[in-house]
């Protein structure tokens, strides 16, 4: 876990970058119902989380540079013994100031009355504006306030600020602690996609490997990081597949794209493997060309590399590999020009991973994009998708869909993969998946040629 002294290091690196003129104002994620009296699990926000570590909701977080009277202020929900009989233990405003080494705790049902104070004198506001509406609206009344009092005297902020452009940044640099904790996420994952891979069979749903991932996931005290994708055949071109509820067919590809959220730090994982255990020629032929250009671009995350260098290397290889197979035709040169490898790999090649799968910070600055730096982590996620009604290509290709994604660290040296716990090497993939299955049971016959 992030230890205290860490969120102190954050809090005091962000009011430093804010300036003394500033107010930073952070809430807690709202609850959401689901139906009728019923919530959704609640997951505190992610920024909330990075300078708190606190993970209750109804609270706010003021960061006040410079005040003599206190720093960092918390409002919080205080202990309350009949609500705690229904809802769980709360750590109360008295606990806070110890628990959490801040300066002052205030009941948050008091922030009409103390927060305005602390936004007076204040020149600017940092704040996510777009978040939540309705806090949005209290923020402003409580601005109005100050401002209601400006002819006895009060002073009100001139200039609201979006706080990512301060806060995302640091977010995009994993401490040593942040990297254990996602190390741990990945290999979490690893052993989900592990027993999903050695439960698999034709004739199952793609739900019952659902169940056996986030039978995993619990076990190690994690959740999910997003909603699984569990996609068998021509499912797996659809590439946010959400229904997870088609059969396994005996000669079909199985594409499991899921993730852990271990202590709110999460990781992204992406295998594809035969149903039946034993690749097909076609089948194999595209798995290899996914991940040779997955291996290339791994080779890339390296500090002082584009953002988009390991983007080119996985689209270069994919090119030539889909121009050698003959579901390209012309010239590597010409359909990479002409961006033509798009019909059949659509997306990027990764994106930053920590608090959020899609982690926070720019990909480009000043319209370039940026460097890579040591500290930021990235998921790595090459695919190719023929869609099953393109009868432009050979017919063994169609309805095969494939992604391979891991997550990597940038280091300063050689680039590290963490979720590697899982094989994705075919030969590794079939020995797995040939141990797994039971004594005596048939393999089937591929009906892919």
Known sequence: MIE???????????????GSGAIVIVAAAPERVRNNDAHYPYRQDSDFHY???????????????G???????????????????????????????????????????????????LIEGRRRVYYHFGRDTEFDLKLIGWVNRVRALVRQGATPPHEFVALSHLLHDLRLYKSRGEL????????????????????????????????????????HGAVPSYEPIVGSGANACVLHYRANDGTLADGDLLLVDAGAEFQCYASDITRTWPVNGRFT??????YELVLESQLAAIDEVRPGRSF?????????????????????????????????????????TGH???????????YRIDGEFRQLEPGMVVTVEPGLYVAPDLEDVPAEYRGIGIRIEDDVVVTRGEPEVISSGVPKDPDAIEALMAKAQPAGASRGRARRA
């Open 67 to 117: 005040r003599a009277a206190g720093q960092v202020i918390l409002f919080c929900r205080e202990r309350d013994p009949e609500r705690e009989r229904w809802d769980g233990p709360r750590l109360g405003t008295d606990a806070a100031v110890g628990a959490l080494a801040i300066d002052d705790a205030f009941p948050i049902d008091d922030i009409d009355d103390i927060l305005p104070g």
């Open 308 to 348: 988009d260098a390991f983007h080119q290397a996985a689209v270069g290889v994919l090119t030539r590999g889909l121009v050698r197979l003959g579901l390209l035709r012309g010239s590597v040169a010409t359909n990479l020009r002409n961006h033509r490898y798009r019909k059949f790999y659509m997306h990027k």
């Open 180 to 219: 254990r904790l996602m190390r741990r996420a990945a290999k979490i994952a690893a052993e989900a996609h592990l027993r999903a891979m050695g439960a698999t069979r034709a004739g199952m749903n793609e739900h019952e490997i659902e169940a056996e991932l986030l039978h995993t996931l619990r076990r």
């Open 4 to 18: 205290t002294p860490e969120f102190v290091r954050r809090r005091r690196q962000l009011m430093r970058m804010a």
């Open 51 to 65: 300078l708190t570590g606190f993970g209750e909701p109804g609270a706010v977080l003021a960061l006040v540079p």
């Open 352 to 362: 930053w991973l920590g608090l959020d799968v899609h982690d926070v910070g720019d």
């Open 281 to 286: 020629p076609a089948q194999r032929a595209l």
